[in-house]
C-alpha cells in the first residue's frame, strides 16, 4: 500500500513538473507510439500445404498506442507522463495504463540515437470491474535524426486476468517524438 501511495506521489509530481517547465517551449516534448505485440506461433513447426514453408515463429497478438508529454535536456535524457491504450487479444484484455516514463538518448552517431525508456505507473483493465494493478515497461530502439523511433518493447500488467496474476506482452513499436 505504501509503494502504491509513492507511486501516485510521484506521478502527480512529475505531472505538476512537466507543466511547470513546460511553459517553455525548448525544454518539452511529446511522444506518439504504435505497438504490435507478439506471441509464439503454435503452429510454427508446420509446413504450410500451399507454400511448403514453415509458417512464422511470432505472430501478432495485440495493438496499443500511447501518447505522452514531458521535459527533456537536449533529447538526451527526459522525464514525462505517458498513458494510452493496449489490446491483447490471446487474453482478451483491454489495458489502459498511465505512467511516469525516464528516456536515455545518447547519440551513437551524427544522425542516430540509442534509445532506452523505462516506465512506472497504474494500470486499469477496461471492461473487467475494477481492475487495477501496476505496470512497468522497458523499451529499447533506434532514434533518426528527424525523430522516429524504431523499438522492441516488453510491457509488464500485475492485473489478474484469467486465473493467472499478471499479464505482458513483448512488442514492435513506431514512435514519434516532437522537440
Known sequence: MLLNYRIQ?????????????????????????VTVALTGNPNRDEVDPYTN????????????????????????IAIGVHSGLSWEWSSKLVVAPIFANLRLSPKISDETRITLQAGLGKAIALGRGNLIGDYK?????????DDLVLFIEVNHYTIPVNRRGDSGNISLG???ISF
Do not use: E, V
Request: aromatic residues 20%.
Open 9 to 33: 506521489n510521484l506521478l502527480l509530481f512529475l505531472f505538476l513538473s512537466t507543466l511547470a517547465f513546460g511553459q517553455n517551449k525548448k525544454f518539452t516534448y511529446t511522444q506518439f507510439d
Open 53 to 76: 514453408k514453415k509458417q512464422s515463429f511470432f505472430i501478432p497478438d495485440g495493438i496499443g498506442s500511447k501518447f505522452g508529454y514531458g521535459i527533456h535536456y537536449h533529447k538526451w
Open 174 to 176: 513506431l514512435a514519434l
Open 137 to 145: 515497461k522497458i523499451s529499447l530502439g533506434l532514434q533518426t535524426d
